[in-house]
């Protein structure tokens, strides 16, 4: 669904992304891990178009997507740290974005997290009265709000309670039975195991490996997937193409 | 484009920023009327304030406006939507209110003290520089991701505009002054947007007529009909090339 091909990326002389090949498929989870500053955010900002790369392209269904904003219809998008306009209340931020992708027909809307997270009672609250695992909230559903093709969300339990961070394991195990493509990047290597099929480690901008977990899980031959995720990098970094 | 700029505008209004600017304006316009009984008088004290405060509120307030709303363009960014529409219509956002503010403010008192053609000369040019002044906070906002330095770059440049070149201009003046130098000059201030609308604004009341050699030299340029049209020229010119080259830089941007 989404090809990535020789990607390179430098801020400055600095080389963030460096040569990166990949391709994700729908119906999946894959879960990009690696240390911090190892390239996750900026991938992830390739793909929505919000970083431009120096070379290489980004194919949404065979189409580049540079110069195309029509493909991020079917994309939907929770950042890491989600800031809105402050004097906007709640409500009005999800008639706005309603509004900007002209929905009219409330049918096309998937508003489980809205009422899961019980954001309709704060609707009336202003943006910037919120603290930030209730922004969290709203990112996320948001992101989930139209129903997209992709999801693509930047460590999305990062600040959320317990509680919610589950609703949001299971919202994003339940659409995935839905054929979609779920990227996640995220720290927590509990998680990763819980929700992922396939984990793609990224080490100073090159992909160190993309597997499916049950094969980690095998190759490696231990029980616990923090383990074997740990003994992999190790076995990794001084392979290419591992 | 047009609902983005909707929302920009509903965002900024609940700001106080823009009401307070309002009222300051309109408190400072009506107490200058009121203080004097020669109407034609109180004008060209509300063009001298008009000329500092209009260039400097329009380009600071836009300036901490798209650094403040940074994340925000982020999120869109991230949807369907071209890049250069969503600048565009934060551009008409910011734009559309500083104007309501400087209608509610100027035009309100001038259409009550001192209703006439000046008047109306007055509100267009202010209406001008705001379009001007927010274009070029667009251009500092979209080159610096620093928002201290954005801010900095936004005074210098209102600060330059305002003082230093007419300084400069003066000094120069002063310098060659055995030399006719009539003519540069009326070409040097087309590179100031305020000096542009301050000749033009005088160019309509009747104390240009006490301006001496110099203030015929501009009558005879921009009292004109063809002089006229240049100078609304360059205004717009002044407006446009900034953000044109803002949408630009902003199209390949990093966020």
Redesign the interface.
């Known amino acids: 669904m989404i090809e990535v091909a020789n990607l390179e990326k430098s801020?400055r002389k600095l080389k963030v992304l460096k040569g990166i090949n990949i391709s994700f498929n729908a119906g999946q989870v894959v879960s990009v891990i690696g240390p911090n500053a190892a390239g996750k955010t900026t991938l992830i900002?390739c793909l929505?178009?919000?970083?431009?790369p120096d070379k290489g392209a980004v194919l949404f269904e065979g189409k580049n997507i540079r110069n195309d904003?029509?493909?991020?219809?079917r994309?939907g998008?929770m950042?890491q740290?989600?800031?809105?306009?402050?004097?906007?209340k709640v409500g009005?931020l999800f008639k706005?974005?309603e509004?900007?992708?002209n929905i009219r027909d409330k049918s096309e809307l998937d508003e489980e997290l809205i009422d899961a997270f019980n954001l309709p009672s704060i609707f009336k609250n202003t943006m910037c009265s919120l603290s930030g695992g209730t922004r969290q909230k709203v990112s996320a559903a948001l992101a989930f709000l139209f129903n997209p093709d992709v999801l693509i969300l930047d460590e999305p339990t990062a600040g959320l309670d317990p509680e919610s961070a589950e609703k949001l394991k299971s919202k994003i195990l339940s659409v995935r039975e839905k054929g979609k493509l779920i990227l996640v990047t995220s720290h927590i290597m509990s998680e990763v195991a819980e929700i992922s099929d396939s984990v793609l480690s990224l080490h100073e901008g090159k992909v160190i490996f993309y597997k499916p977990i049950t094969e980690i899980l095998s190759e490696m031959q231990e029980g616990r997937f923090s383990k074997a995720i740990i003994k992999l990098i190790n076995q990794c970094q001084y392979v290419e193409d591992c | 484009m047009l609902k983005i700029a909707k929302y920009t505008v509903y965002d900024i209004i609940r700001n106080k920023v823009v009401l307070s600017y309002a009222v300051f304006l309109f408190v400072i316009n009506t107490s200058l009327f009121m203080l004097d009984t020669d109407p034609s008088r109180s004008i060209s004290s509300i063009m001298s304030v008009m000329l500092i405060v209009v260039p400097l509120v329009s380009i600071i307030f836009s300036t901490i406006f798209i650094y403040n709303s940074y994340e925000f363009i982020e999120l869109l960014v991230a949807q369907p939507i071209k890049r250069n529409h969503i600048l565009l219509a934060n551009y008409l956002g910011v734009t559309a209110s500083l104007t309501m503010a400087y209608l509610v403010g100027t035009a309100l008192p001038l259409a009550v003290y001192a209703p006439g053609a000046t008047g109306i000369y007055l509100i267009i040019i202010g209406v001008i520089l705001t379009f001007i002044f927010t274009s070029l906070a667009f251009f500092g906002a979209v080159i610096s991701r620093d928002k201290a330095k954005g801010i900095g770059m936004a005074l210098l440049l209102w600060f330059f505009f305002s003082v230093i070149y007419d300084g400069l201009l003066i000094g120069f003046l002063f310098l060659f002054s055995d030399y006719p130098l009539e003519k540069p000059v009326l070409f040097i201030t087309t590179f100031n947007p305020i000096d542009l609308g301050r000749i033009s604004i005088m160019m309509k009341m009747d104390i240009s007529a006490l301006m001496g050699y110099t203030g015929a030299v501009y009558r005879d340029f921009f009292g004109t009909q063809a002089g006229m049209a240049y100078t609304l020229l360059l205004l717009i010119l002044w407006a446009v090339v900034p953000l044109a080259i803002a949408v630009r830089i902003f199209r390949k941007k990093n966020l």
Do not use: H, T, W
Not at chain 1, 48 to 52: A, F, K, R, W
Not at chain 1, 69 to 73: I, T
């Open positions: 801020f900002k929505l178009g919000m970083v431009i904003d029509s493909y991020r219809k994309i998008y950042p740290i989600g800031r809105y306009p402050d004097n906007m009005q706005m974005m509004d900007i992708r």
